[in-house]
């Protein structure tokens, strides 16, 4: 389930925190690209980084044919292994000092 411990980054922590807010709802990778404020293009590679590790388990909605033709989108969902290891996550994250996203400060000249 936890694998080898890696380091975790900024982005990794900051799904986590916002899984971690309702941690049994499904999430689709749009969603929790507004919920964190990264790009999506960010989101994804996390996503499927905590989907091998097992943290993330994933799946295609259902589209009803009368909601065709709206593309289908994939959802994710923390596991129950993977709310523990969350946790575990960021707590050894701020112990080490790992600066959370949402404190990281703008290159001087780029604000």
Do not use: N
Request: net charge positive.
């Amino acid at each position: 389930m936890h694998g080898p411990k890696i380091a975790m980054s900024a982005p990794s922590q900051a799904v986590l925190r916002f899984f971690l807010q309702e941690p049994s709802t499904a999430r689709y990778g749009l969603e929790v690209a507004a919920g964190t404020g990264l790009p999506a293009r960010v989101v994804q590679p996390v996503l499927a980084g905590l989907e091998q590790r097992q943290w993330v388990q994933s799946g295609w909605d259902e589209v009803p044919p009368d909601r065709h033709p709206r593309t289908r989108r994939r959802h994710y969902q923390l596991t129950a292994d993977g709310v523990v290891a969350a946790r575990q996550a960021l707590a050894e994250a701020a112990q080490a000092g790992t600066r959370p996203l949402g404190l990281l400060r703008p290159l001087r000249g780029t604000s």
